[in-house]
């Protein structure tokens, strides 16, 4: 087999176009398909070998494989601070808010009842404060999914 050393130039431009072309079309089809699709799928627009299309899916840096099978486009789905100036407002910014004194009473009276059913330092549910004024034990997912603005904090 030829090393890339002695390549025609022509043929060397004709493999880099086609990868870029094969990586372009895997995920114009993830978009299409909603952000993840299946092998079949993908292998429907693009004229290599199942074996090929694993080997380019392993190497791209913006899919993964989900647990159940499916190829995830991962661009765009970022659930933290992408850039180091916006980490480092965001850690500035939590620090100053966690460290003002109402929280620290608020994340205390949470912490004083847990230690009160003796559920403290081992896992399990969250402590929750509820409308009333009361505290409950939350299963820790739904306590900290109900955080957005229009649906309020308190269970």
Known sequence: MLGVDNM??????????????????IVRTLKD??????????????SISEAELKAKLKDMANVTQHRNGDYILTDGLHKH????????HKVEYDKKYESNPERVKYRESLNQERRKRGIYGQGGPDMSHTKEGTMVAENPHANRARHFKERGTLK
């Open 8 to 25: 025609n130039p022509m043929d060397l431009a004709w493999i880099v176009l086609k990868a870029s072309s094969v990586e372009s079309t």
């Open 33 to 46: 398909e909603g952000g993840a699709a299946g092998l079949d799928a993908l292998m429907k627009p693009l």
């Open 81 to 88: 601070a992408s850039s180091p100036e916006a980490l480092r």
